[in-house]
């Protein structure tokens, strides 16, 4: 049981690139998330999946896309990288089930842009 | 609109209590509470619900105001491991799913 997991660590873009940060979990978790955590902040959401085969907006969406291809993996899509977007990534799944609700992060992609 | 946490930062020796407050302007459906230790991934800690509360993770609870739009995160009797920023999440909506964090207090429990 990995939990969640995320590639890749770090990563090093221009300006302008294109990447995509994959994100996947096998806790059978009906909802998935992506995060970004700037220096010294908190969590800002970025987009998130309720269940499989619907994405929806979070705080901060904009020069992101997101897929989520199945029940376990949700990716996220930097277009065309700009240095605003230097920040850890953090993909998380949870789930309520039987009136429990638990809450899992991966180990965050470092992404800087030059 | 974020949650604000306060203090920003405490410092405490082994052993002692600790109280983290979270408020926010918008009325509350659940608070979220997590742990991050530096460089390491947030650990969801536990989640207290409109009307009721779920239980706590090791030595640490929580309260929730609803009519303040509040919690608190009380830590007892502080070990070493508790060192970290602990960060409260507030959802407005009852989704579980659009929840606003506070920029953390940043707690450091020293010999």
């Known amino acids: 049981n990995a939990g969640v997991t995320q590639t890749p660590k770090f990563q090093v873009l221009k300006t302008g690139q294109s990447m995509t940060l994959q994100c996947a979990q096998d806790?059978?978790?009906?909802?998935m998330y992506w995060y970004r955590q700037d220096p010294g902040m908190g969590l800002r959401l970025i987009y998130y999946?309720?269940?499989?085969?619907?994405?929806d907006k979070g705080e901060v969406p904009n020069g992101y896309n997101v897929s989520r291809l199945n029940k376990r993996e949700f990716s996220l899509r930097l277009e065309s990288a700009a240095p605003s977007q230097t920040s850890v990534y953090f993909c998380a799944s949870n789930s309520l089930a039987s009136g429990l609700f638990e809450q899992f992060f991966g180990p965050g992609t470092r992404l800087t842009v030059l | 609109q974020q949650p604000v946490q306060s203090p920003q930062a405490v410092i405490l020796r082994e052993g002692e209590d600790a109280v983290i407050n979270c408020s926010s302007s918008k009325a509350l459906y659940s608070v979220h509470w997590y742990r991050q230790k530096h460089g390491e991934a947030p650990v969801f800690l536990m989640i207290l619900l409109k009307g009721g509360e779920q239980k706590g993770h090791e030595k640490i609870s929580a309260s929730f105001n609803e009519k303040k739009q509040q919690s608190s995160l009380y830590l007892t009797a502080s070990q070493l491991s508790y060192s970290g920023t602990y960060f409260c999440?507030?959802?407005?909506?009852?989704?579980?799913?659009?929840?606003?964090f506070g920029t953390g207090t940043k707690l450091q429990v020293i010999p």
């Open positions: 999440g507030t959802d407005s909506s009852g989704g579980y799913q659009k929840v606003t």
């Open positions: 999946s309720a269940s499989e085969g619907t994405t």
């Open positions: 806790m059978n978790h009906n909802s």
